[in-house]
């Protein structure tokens, strides 16, 4: 089973600022099969990128993805009020699914 | 409109049962790879189980001997049913659908508590 770790746990930043998120596997995650959501308070999570830098539909494009092997990031290039929310990621591998930890953005 | 709603959640006592569905609207369950997933109280999101169009089931670890995924085509539903219920099993229950290994639409979510 890949572990995901995501860091920080939590980013203090201001309307404005740029968010980069950081996602560690435990082992190389194959065919850049790595996605990212965004949860806000009592809402259900919703997709935000799709195979490492894919925008879903919808999706503004402050919000990008990149990385490959272990290593990924999310940036979020100017935050707006309604960026502040708790990220995941998840991987694909063998048949399985994960998530990691999360990192909630906060209003600092 | 493509829509995913859960139900079945509640109270049940340690040791207990419970069977969660997830109604589908906008697309069929039988020609999508379909997904649970669930969230403890605070709690970052925990991936379940999975079931893929050709039939074959996965699950996580943590539930793997007492969870069951299963799914009704002629109800256009996906089930689970959760035994020997823990404490730690409280959480809300999301179910949803895996699109190229991404979870493309997600349900509301239904309420699972265990507890005496």
């Known amino acids: 089973e890949i572990v995901l770790t995501q860091s920080p746990g939590t980013l203090s930043l201001s309307p404005g600022d740029r968010a980069t998120l950081s996602c560690r596997a435990s082992?190389?995650?194959?065919?850049?099969?790595l996605a990212w959501y965004q949860q806000t308070p009592g809402q259900a999570p919703r997709l935000l990128i799709y195979?490492?830098?894919s925008r879903a539909n919808g999706i503004s494009d402050r919000f990008s993805g990149s990385g490959s092997g272990r290593d990924f990031t999310l940036t979020i290039s100017r935050l707006e009020p309604e960026d502040f929310a708790v990220y995941y990621c998840?991987?694909?591998?063998?048949?399985?699914?994960?998530f990691g930890g999360g990192t909630k953005v906060e209003i600092k | 409109e493509v829509q995913l709603v859960e139900s079945g959640g509640g109270l049940v006592q340690p040791g207990g049962s419970l069977r969660l569905s997830c109604e589908v609207a906008?697309?069929?369950?039988?020609?999508?790879?379909m997904t649970w997933v669930r969230q403890a109280p605070g709690k970052g999101l925990e991936w379940l189980s999975v079931?893929?169009?050709?039939?074959?089931?996965y699950y996580a670890d943590s539930v793997r001997d007492r969870f069951s995924i299963s799914r009704d085509n002629s109800k256009n539903t996906l089930h689970l049913q959760m035994n020997s219920l823990r404490a730690e099993d409280t959480a809300v229950y999301y179910c949803?659908?895996?699109?190229?290994?991404?979870?493309?639409?997600w349900g509301r979510g239904t309420t699972v508590t265990v507890s005496s």
């Open positions: 195979s490492t830098s």
């Open positions: 082992q190389t995650v194959t065919g850049s099969y």
């Open positions: 906008g697309f069929t369950v039988s020609k999508n790879d």
């Open positions: 998840q991987q694909y591998g063998r048949s399985l699914l994960t």
């Open positions: 079931f893929y169009i050709a039939g074959d089931t």
């Open positions: 949803a659908r895996l699109h190229y290994y991404y979870m493309d639409v």
